[in-house]
């Protein structure tokens, strides 16, 4: 709010024979009242006497702002009053107050008062500024030179704060960078506006990094905030107060995030790269959470290779002839077979990118080609998912045991470590362990696992693909979810196409419940959350299950069950139904290429459909 827009003609005295302070609070609050901010002029006087009886307003430099903030007013306003001989006003440097102004505030508004007082005193500091005041003869340049010198100051306030950079830095990732990545950026984003702090925050999303920080920003920058669920660029920010949180606090803790980060109490990260102990965080992270991070390194660079290849090679089964030859199907005809064989050949590094980058998480870059072996050994020796896990794991252990053993080693040989000691060593022995260790009993339990699967009947997979799709909707894109979601990934790889479906239609359906569920029982949500609502829509189409998390945050015991029956429903249902699908990812966009595509849509239907009943009967009508 500026000056000018609490001011205006009818508030403003530019010459009258005032003698007393008395007789100027007396005008001013005339004033006041005639442009129709008080409700009741004579406690509005009372209040600013008592205010006076405090301690003067007349602050020296010929300046006077008598104030109050009371119940007597309707507005916030100011009037204005210049008396050119001077008055005695009891002021603080015991000269004669010339240029008056008086602040009304309801006291129901906050402090505006305190805001424009402020501002006010900031720019009646210019003597010159004053003097052109005082001596001014039309109202109308009164107004024009208040105006003129505040937007001066705003500028020159802004120019400041751009030069300066901001305050506070962020990152936000999470493993598949669609949705808690940027829903963690925005309310980082709108908690710095609210509270009055320059922040900017840079996206590792699926499309890559976004808004990215840049080395001028970070060194004067006094915390960045790293919101994340995978790694990302940390050597940037050595010896700067960093804060490492999930990606989850993002979204629904900003405001104590930004507090941390301005209180000067974060930790200062050191970069392993620079020889010293990692400072990973102010949080101390569990082994599971470490763990689980690792992981979902893996997962998201994983992710590209499997959504991309699978949705191929369900397109090559779609544009194919099954009745050239069943046994060759997917390759019959040449349109077919092109799209089989690219969305093979990417679908191929699912494994060694899974094992790459859980290597490099845990081991840095040198870890990354010991990953990548042990990945495609693991892949090749028919230990599957499984083995890729481990090599992942074990590779990236192992590039942290040669780090340490080969410390010891001249400085001399230092550029030799990555390019040659790293990636030998490494290499060869991950390559025992896989192929003598770990692929033959994995292979065993895979083989086992797969027969298992294969060997369930009709009760049994739908009871596992209502497990599978509740599991989708309990924590909507956290552990649970995830774990569901690899499983699924996992059973592509195996052949078992039934498992993602069910996986994929138990993520579209909180979205979906929570959308209906604003539209058909609108009492039971605010006017905001209706038209959230809205977008869920779009979201829970798109197999985007994080759009159903503020609701959840908002109201767990409710909403969280309800999504969950929805989604053990339509899991359920879809593996009832017969329903397999070859792409990991999609939503509704893939629709002509699962099996029995009617059956999955009924089942989608019909599950966010429980969904919603079951959450309108939990909601509460709200007022």
Not at 85 to 103: C, R, T
Not at 113 to 130: G, N, P, Q, Y
Not at 362 to 370: F, N, Q
Not at 533 to 557: C, H, K, Q, R, V
């Amino acid at each position: 709010m500026k000056i000018t827009d609490l001011l205006n003609k009818s508030g403003i005295e530019l010459s009258n024979g005032i003698k007393s302070k008395e007789e100027a609070i007396n005008k001013l609050v005339n004033l006041m009242d005639s442009t129709g901010n008080l409700k009741d002029k004579e406690s509005y006087k009372k209040a600013v006497l008592e205010r006076e009886s405090l301690s003067t307003t007349g602050i020296g430099d010929g300046i006077a702002i008598p104030h109050a903030k009371t119940t007597a007013v309707k507005n916030a306003g100011l009037s204005a009053m210049v008396v050119k001989d001077g008055v005695d006003y009891d002021s603080l440097d015991g000269q004669p107050a010339k240029l008056f102004f008086m602040i009304a505030a309801p006291e129901e508004k906050g402090d505006v008062h305190l805001e424009v007082l402020a501002r006010l005193s900031t720019i009646l500091m210019d003597e010159k500024f004053r003097e052109r005041l005082i001596n001014v003869k039309d109202k109308n340049e009164f107004l024009k030179l208040i105006d003129d010198k505040e937007n001066e100051k705003l500028n020159e306030e802004n120019s400041k704060e751009q030069k300066s950079g901001y305050r506070v830095l962020a990152v936000t990732a999470c493993p598949t960078g669609i949705a808690h990545t940027f829903m963690a950026a925005e309310s980082l984003e709108n908690k710095g506006k609210d509270m009055g702090v320059s922040i900017k925050v840079e996206t590792n999303g699926s499309g890559g990094a976004k808004n990215v920080l840049t080395r001028e920003e970070i060194e004067n920058a006094e915390c960045i905030i790293v919101a994340a669920d995978k790694k990302v660029d940390m050597a940037r920010f050595e010896g700067k107060r960093v804060i490492q949180t999930k990606v989850a606090n993002g979204i629904h803790k900003a405001e104590a995030l930004i507090n941390e980060a301005l209180s000067g109490n974060a930790p200062v990260y050191h970069h392993s790269g620079k020889g010293e102990e990692i400072q990973e965080s102010n949080e101390k992270e569990s082994i599971g959470r470490q763990i689980y991070k690792h992981l979902m390194n893996g997962v998201s660079h994983m992710l590209p290779f499997v959504i991309g290849g699978g949705i191929l090679i369900a397109l090559a089964f779609l544009f194919d002839d099954y009745s050239i030859d069943p046994a060759n199907f997917g390759m019959n005809t040449p349109f077919a077979a092109f799209l089989k064989t690219v969305g093979g050949t990417a679908f191929g590094f699912m494994l060694p990118v899974l094992a790459g980058y859980i290597a490099m998480s845990i081991g840095d870059r040198p870890a990354l080609a010991v990953g990548f072996v042990g990945g495609m050994l693991a892949n090749e020796g028919g230990s599957g998912f499984l083995g890729a896990l481990l090599a992942g794991f074990i590779a990236g252990y192992l590039v942290v045991g040669l780090k340490k053993l080969f410390s010891t080693l001249p400085d001399s040989l230092e550029g030799l470590k990555p390019v040659l000691l790293y990636p030998f060593f490494g290499i060869l022995i991950i390559g025992a362990l896989i192929v003598f260790v770990i692929n033959p009993p994995v292979a065993a339990l895979n083989n086992g696992i797969t027969n298992t699967l294969n060997g369930m009947g009709e009760s049994s997979k739908i009871l596992l693909g209502a497990v599978l799709g509740g599991m989708m909707a309990i924590d909507m894109g956290g552990p649970i979810n995830k774990a569901a979601y690899v499983f699924g990934t996992a059973s592509l790889a195996n052949g078992q196409f039934e498992f993602m479906a069910a996986v994929m239609i138990g993520g579209m359906v909180p979205p979906l419940a929570i959308a209906l569920c604003t539209t058909f029982f609108k009492n039971r949500f605010t006017k905001r959350e209706r038209q959230s609502g809205l977008t869920n829509y779009i979201m829970g189409l798109s197999f985007i299950t994080e759009g159903a998390i503020p609701f959840a945050a908002a109201d767990p015991l409710r909403v969280i069950p309800a999504c969950v029956v929805g989604s053990a429903v339509a899991g359920a249902l879809s593996m009832a139904f017969g329903c397999a699908l070859r792409a990991p990812h999609g939503g509704i966009f893939v629709l002509p290429v699962i099996t029995n595509p009617l059956g999955y849509f009924g089942a989608l239907v019909i599950g966010s459909l429980v969904g919603m009943i079951v959450l309108g009967l939990l909601k509460k009508k709200v007022d």
